[in-house]
């Protein structure tokens, strides 16, 4: 399965670590987003992007937002999303499962974390 | 009779007037002891007010500061992540050269056994194979070369990894320049209350502050797996695979 990724972060460096930890684990198709709004928009223009990596904590439409736009939303609901945030209490995780993430990374992350749950999620068992 | 009865009610009102004048030469010192505290509080009062002043001024100029903090080391990990990049391009190149050269060394020695071959026969070319087998080879090296390599670009991505400190001290900083604002919003208030005094140069404060949302003030910089053990552990119980027992172990 070919994989296209977006990578939404409003750290500009932890753009550049994630998409590097991708191009290490030899994925080399991806777009950024700054926050949810441009996320969204991104996507509803370009529907080859099939996998979505997040960041809770952004202005204007934050991580957790847009993953209810998008799973609200009828072409974009099947999308894989990786939420990868600092928000590590049990609430919060709770509250991004129950929007439908896919999966979920406290940062600090590692590659074998990154690796782990990119695969879980693309080969569900 | 009549005047009898009014001098014995003046006599009584003086009396009363007397009393009056008693406790008024009691009280007079405890008044006067009242007005000169008031005279020493109201310099204090006025001290305590301009040191207010002063220091919620300053509280812009902090959260300014902190600011500039996030930004600077955010540049400066700009700068890191380009350098790192440029140094992980290089090394693929030289990993490349080298991994050419292994090949091209494997492919000339076949040949050489081809050609060694058709020369055992000629004493003289035998002592020259000899003496040119006895010259060190790049080859045996290069396995332990490309080891390196791979241990130079391991290093040059943990770097990169390390990083994340970036994102999460921004995300502490601005969670201190909150609490800041709650301090200045509170000290304001106080301010306002005490003589109506507003406080000046706060117009593009709020602009500037970080949203409540853009942050999480419980993000912390470690290499504990803890957390996302106990995230990993929480997802599976969501799946039904974990007990509540081992999810409210992992997040006591």
């Known amino acids: 399965m070919s994989l296209k990724f977006l990578v939404v972060d409003d750290s500009l460096t932890m753009r550049r670590i994630v998409i590097n930890s991708l191009r290490n684990l030899s994925y080399d198709n991806f777009v950024e987003a700054g926050d949810g709004k441009e996320a969204l928009d991104k996507l509803l223009a370009d529907q080859t992007i099939n996998f979505v990596i997040t960041d809770w904590n952004m202005p204007n439409v934050s991580g957790l937002e847009l993953v209810k736009s998008i799973r609200s939303n009828d072409s974009l609901s099947k999308l894989s999303i990786l939420m990868v945030t600092t928000r590590g209490v049990k609430e919060d995780i709770i509250e991004a499962l129950n929007a439908k993430v896919n999966n979920y990374i406290v940062k600090p992350f590692t590659p074998q974390i990154l690796k782990e749950k990119i695969d879980q999620i693309i080969n569900p068992t | ?252």
């Open chain 2, 1 to 252: 009779m009549k005047h009898a009865s009014n001098m014995t009610e003046l006599f009584e009102r003086l009396s009363e007037l007397k009393v009056v004048f008693r406790y008024s030469e009691k009280l007079i010192p405890i008044i006067q002891n009242l007005m000169d505290f008031m005279k020493d509080t109201v310099p204090l009062l006025e001290d305590i007010n301009s040191s207010l002043v002063e220091s919620t001024s300053k509280i812009p100029k902090a959260s300014d500061q902190l600011s500039n903090i996030s930004s600077a080391t955010e540049l400066a990990t700009t700068e890191i992540l380009d350098i790192v990049d440029a140094i992980s391009i290089d090394m693929d190149k030289i990993e490349k050269a080298v991994k050419n050269v292994k090949s091209k060394e494997e492919e000339k020695l076949l040949i050489w056994q081809k050609i060694k071959n058709k020369l055992l026969s000629d004493a003289s070319a035998n002592e020259l194979i000899k003496q040119f087998e006895e010259l060190d080879t790049f080859i045996p090296v290069i396995p332990g070369l490309l080891e390196i390599f791979q241990k130079v670009k391991n290093d040059v991505y943990n770097i990169t990894l390390s990083l994340q400190v970036q994102d999460i001290t921004s995300q502490q900083l601005a969670a201190v320049n909150h609490l800041i604002e709650s301090v200045r919003t509170s000290l304001a208030s106080l301010m306002t209350h005490l003589d109506d005094s507003e406080i000046k140069s706060f117009d593009n404060f709020y602009e500037d502050l970080p949203k409540g949302g853009t942050f999480d003030p419980n993000a912390e910089f470690t290499r504990s797996t803890e957390r996302q053990d106990a995230a990993d552990v929480l997802i599976s119980s969501m799946n039904n695979k974990t007990s509540q027992d081992e999810i409210d172990k992992l997040f006591s």
